[in-house]
């Protein structure tokens, strides 16, 4: 099971702004034609013919996701029902008092503990969700791969997706390339050294 970093990057590498709003990022995944719906989860995407089949392919097989717990905050919790998925691992220094039953574990003993409780839930690949927490996966050697769609914008400032990654020892090695509507999707394998 693939432990998987993926998000929207701007050319300039911004995740989000400072504000933590992602403006224009995620705009391809409803600027086309073919609607994607995720189980259990109450929004339809409209992605171009190409962004779909690569969404598609790429999220299938995901069930768990790990995630930090500004972008818990920063999502609402995805209104209690994160998209398509069966469990959240959401890693904090300080747990909410009150949550949606069932989906979402806490864990404050670090990413990679995380990870491991993700892949140990036997519910299909893990994806890794936020700038910070990708960072600190990559540091630790745990993801197996990394996605970027690549929008074409420039946020000029903000929060970058990868960086000070001082001391890592990842090597990427691309895998696929789809040009979908405002959007390039990139896809890397990650071997360490």
Not at 17 to 36: H, I, K
Not at 71 to 99: K, N
């Amino acid at each position: 099971m693939a432990v998987v970093a993926g998000f929207s990057v701007s050319l300039d590498g911004f995740a989000a702004g400072l504000d933590d709003r992602v403006g224009p990022l995620f705009d391809w995944m409803f600027n086309g034609p073919v609607e994607v719906t995720r189980p259990g989860y109450p929004i339809t995407y409209r992605m171009s013919p190409a962004s779909a089949r690569y969404w598609t392919d790429t999220t299938e097989d995901l069930g768990t996701l790990v995630c930090g717990r500004r972008v818990f905050d920063h999502t609402g919790a995805w209104g209690g029902r994160p998209p398509g998925l069966q469990r959240v691992f959401v890693v904090t220094h300080r747990p909410p008092e009150s949550c949606p039953d069932g989906l979402f574990t806490f864990v404050t003993t670090g990413v990679a503990d995380a990870v491991a409780q993700a892949k140990a839930a036997g519910l299909g690949g893990v994806g890794v969700c936020g700038p910070t927490t990708a960072r600190q996966c990559l540091a630790l050697g745990l993801l197996d791969e990394v996605r970027l769609d690549l929008v074409p914008v420039l946020l000029g400032k903000g929060i970058r997706y990868l960086d000070n990654l001082v001391d890592t020892t990842a090597e990427f090695h691309r895998t696929d390339v789809v040009a979908g509507d405002g959007v390039t999707h990139l896809r890397y394998r990650v071997t360490y050294r």
